[in-house]
């Protein structure tokens, strides 16, 4: 499912950014993942590799396993995947926990987890999880 951005779209297991090759706190098992916080509908086991801060890092080893495949991200500074330039910044939400930034030949796509104010992408991703009889999940699968 197309978001009105090159970055984003929704699929199956959750908001991806295809450029990238990363999900955004994905909902099934994925090769790379970013986690945003370490609540469990965020972080949750199976995946490859988790990019997070530290201390979300620190939480999923804690609550989910000590033997998760972690990379730490520092707050506002970028990580190249694929050409596409990752940073996460402070929430507020829970200790650890990030907004998610996303740029890519000019184009920025930003994201607020579990805050008032929501961009499209993660608003989408939010009903899907919440409410997701609103959805026609055979247009996305």
Not at 5 to 16: A, K, N, V
Not at 65 to 84: H, I, T
């Amino acid at each position: 499912m197309k978001l009105g951005t090159t970055l984003l779209e929704i699929c199956r297991q959750g908001l991806y950014c295809p450029l990238a090759d990363i999900y955004i706190d994905p909902w099934y098992p994925v090769e790379k993942a970013i986690i945003t916080h370490g609540h469990s509908d965020h972080a949750r086991f199976g995946h490859k590799k988790y990019f997070a801060t530290k201390i979300t890092n620190s939480i999923m080893k804690s609550r989910i396993s000590p033997y998760l495949v972690c990379e730490d991200m520092q707050f506002e500074k970028a990580v190249n995947f694929n050409g596409v330039k990752v940073s996460l910044h402070p929430a507020g939400h829970i200790p650890g926990s990030a907004q998610l930034r996303l740029e890519y030949k000019g184009e920025v796509c930003v994201g607020k987890e579990d805050k008032k104010k929501f961009s499209k992408a993660f608003t989408l991703m939010n009903i899907l999880l919440f409410f997701p009889h609103l959805v026609n999940l055979q247009a996305i699968i």
